[in-house]
């Protein structure tokens, strides 16, 4: 094979740098896995692909990963991937895995890499890398990644739903996972999403003849009316699998111009390290002249624990059975306090902070700040009766927790009075400066952007046809997922036909209630008072959601300003299917704009109308609020006597 290479060298020594090959070593897959057997999946080009030609493209992916070692070990910083088709998977190379690369560049123009979903590794890897750009590639799945097809009988009684495959993807036994746990996604017959309550595969089985039945867990699709009918579509978006890209420990690296058309996880995923990730110009969507449902298993874009956020900017995410976008810290808890400057904590995924590093503790049922304190000492405890203490006390706590569990003792530098299950933060680890601009997110089954971070930017964003909710900026205990956001602009946007799924929108269930949500997931309500600040909410424009347009719950100064929302609380796809925030614990709270146990807000120059069937108003405060000078139309919890003057906040309802 010929391969193009610039010339010039590291400035780094060239034992930091590594780049390991990983041949598969599975055993080869039988025919209908090994090319796609139809053009429902695939393009008819595709499809027609022999077994000698993906032979080809196999071998061409096993020299192309030993070409890039080559040119990694001769110091080379740019290595251009000639265009065409390589086939990665059994009987070659698993992957391309990058590992403790430098100052390098992959122009993959015109590449496109086949990857296959069937084995536990990431596509493409970046391990312990710096400063490295991909641009240009083009990844595809084969086989396809989800089982999908048309329904062809719903029985309430018996509990199922029966549907057909469609051509060219895989049964859904055939799935990893057997399709079990695999979310439950439904479309028109022209491939739109169809508003549906989330619900997920207990057991399939097979009737023959291509005929597959699918028995939910909760059965929502027979027991709440809605469109979903013999002719409607689904998907079984699996989430056993791995990711299209990953980012691993990794600092300022750049994917440019990355299409990604389908994958069995999550597409773009970044966990721990540095960050300052760019991610410029990608595209998750589905592949044209297909009839694919699904352009992502789960969340198009993951970040994880890392110390400064990702920038994302001109990107299109679309038709994700997840999230578009979530970033994220990572709690601990407090395992016991060990003495005056001492603790032990316990920290997710196998990594703990270090020293030097700000740990800040919050209250276990409030979230209320209790102390902050600099590690002086950290040591890894390896008595296996404090683990399982730790894992048990997580198991009880039955949240969302990435194993495993890292037991450390901490010596901080002043006296902190924390308590047993009181939350820890460390400041290292939140994503700050995160950036989120000009984008195009569209057509998702949950939820656009999960910003749980501090210090980030959602700015100028088209953001159409979220299930759920467009922007959420969120601490949730439950995922285990931090910090408090602080510090934060959320600008510019135009959001439309947000909440189309009311049967999950519209629910108690749901704690992000608005287009624009900005508030605290820990289970037992809100909190009473401000634990977040600065939020500002400026110049954006919301049309037709289904939800409320702006929540706005225990924050400590900022603004909502010159937002217009047009078209709110409008339920006509389908009534609430329960208590709507019952979550939040906030009594009707029907409005364009709700603001929450929260104080110095500036609220002006904000344009509402075209109310819907359940709205009740423009504007409500609920508890403590001290917001103005536009006034709210009701008050719909009375304020503690005299923490706020009513002068501060506009004329007071009452309750």
């Known amino acids: ?77 740019r290595f251009v991937v000639p ?15 990058l590992k403790g690369v430098r100052d390098f560049e992959l122009d993959a123009d015109g590449a496109t890499f086949w990857l296959y979903p069937f084995q536990r590794v990431d596509g493409v890897e970046l391990q312990d890398c710096e400063d490295v750009t991909i641009k240009g590639l083009t990844i595809d799945y084969s086989p396809m990644p989800c089982s999908q097809g048309t329904v062809t009988e719903i029985n309430a009684e018996a509990g199922y739903i029966e549907f057909t495959v469609d051509t060219g993807f895989p049964l859904p036994l055939e799935i990893r996972s057997g399709s079990v746990n695999a979310k439950i996604v439904h479309f028109t017959e022209k491939g739109s999403l169809l508003a549906s309550r989330l619900d997920w595969v207990r057991k399939v089985s097979d009737c023959g003849n291509g005929r597959y039945r699918v028995f939910p867990k909760h059965g929502w699709v027979y027991k709440i009316p809605g469109d979903i009918r013999p002719g409607t579509r689904i998907a079984l978006a699996d989430r056993a699998m791995r990711m299209a890209v990953n980012l691993s420990n990794s600092s300022h690296c750049r994917l440019q111009d990355i299409t990604i058309y389908a994958t069995p996880h999550m597409a773009f995923t970044e966990f721990l390290g540095k960050g300052g990730h760019v991610y410029q110009g990608c595209r998750v969507i589905r592949r044209p002249d297909t009839k694919r449902l699904l352009a992502s298993n789960a969340d198009v874009f993951h970040s994880v624990g890392v110390e400064v956020g990702p920038t994302i900017e001109h990107c299109e995410f679309s038709f994700a059975a997840d999230d578009l976008v979530n970033i994220h810290g990572l709690l601990g808890v407090t395992l016991e306090k060990a003495g005056a400057d001492q603790a032990e904590i316990v920290s997710q995924a196998g990594k703990a902070p270090g020293v030097g590093e700000e740990l800040r503790f919050y209250d276990r049922e409030t979230f209320a700040l209790k102390a902050s304190a600099k590690i002086v000492e950290i040591g890894k405890v390896d008595d296996e009766s404090r683990r399982k203490a730790a894992q048990d006390m997580m198991a009880g706590d039955r949240v969302a927790f990435i194993h495993p569990a890292v037991v450390s003792r901490v010596i901080l530098d002043r006296p902190v009075d924390v308590s047993r299950r009181d939350y820890v933060v460390s400041d290292e680890r939140v994503a700050r400066g995160t950036v989120i601009r000009n984008n195009n997110f569209h057509d998702c089954y949950t939820r656009g952007i999960l910003l749980k971070c501090a210090d980030g930017r959602i700015e100028r964003n088209r953001i159409d046809n979220m299930g759920i909710s467009s922007i959420g900026v969120a601490l949730d205990a439950h995922f ?25 929108s519209g629910t108690g269930w749901n704690y992000l209630i ?15 008072g401000p634990v977040m600040e600065n939020i500002r909410i400026s110049g954006n424009t919301i049309r037709n959601t289904a939800t409320i347009g702006i929540l706005l719950t225990n924050v400590a100064g900022g ?64 508890g403590n609020v001290s917001a103005g000078p536009q006034k709210p139309d009701i008050w719909r919890e009375r304020p503690l006597p005299g923490k706020i003057p009513p002068s501060s906040s506009g004329e007071k309802g009452t309750p």
């Open 1 to 77: 094979m010929t391969v193009s290479r610039a010339n010039g060298g590291f400035s780094k020594p060239l034992d930091w740098l590594v780049l390991v090959v990983a041949m598969a070593v599975l055993p080869f897959i039988t025919e209908a896995h090994a090319r796609p057997p139809g053009n429902a999946a695939y393009p008819p080009q595709v499809a027609a692909w022999t077994e000698e030609e993906i032979q080809r493209q196999r071998a061409s992916a096993s020299q192309l990963i030993l070409d890039i070692a080559a040119a990694v070990a001769a110091g080379e910083r």
């Open 83 to 97: 265009p065409g088709q390589y086939r990665f998977g059994p009987g070659g190379a698993a992957n391309l895995l």
């Open 480 to 504: 285990m997922e931090a910090p408090s956001p602080s510090d934060i602009v959320i600008s510019g946007n135009l959001i439309t036909r947000n909440g189309f799924c009311n049967f999950v």
């Open 514 to 528: 608005g287009a624009i949500s900005v508030t605290n997931e820990l289970g037992s309500g809100l909190p009473q």
């Open 559 to 622: 603004e909502i300003v010159d937002n217009t929302i047009e078209g709110f609380l409008d339920s006509t796809a389908q009534e609430f299917s329960g208590v709507f925030g019952g979550r939040m614990k906030l009594s009707e709270p029907f409005h364009a704009i709700v603001i929450a146990r929260s104080e110095h807000i500036r609220l002006e120059r904000n344009t509402i109308k075209f109310p819907g069937r359940r709205a009740l108003g423009a504007i409500a405060f609920h």
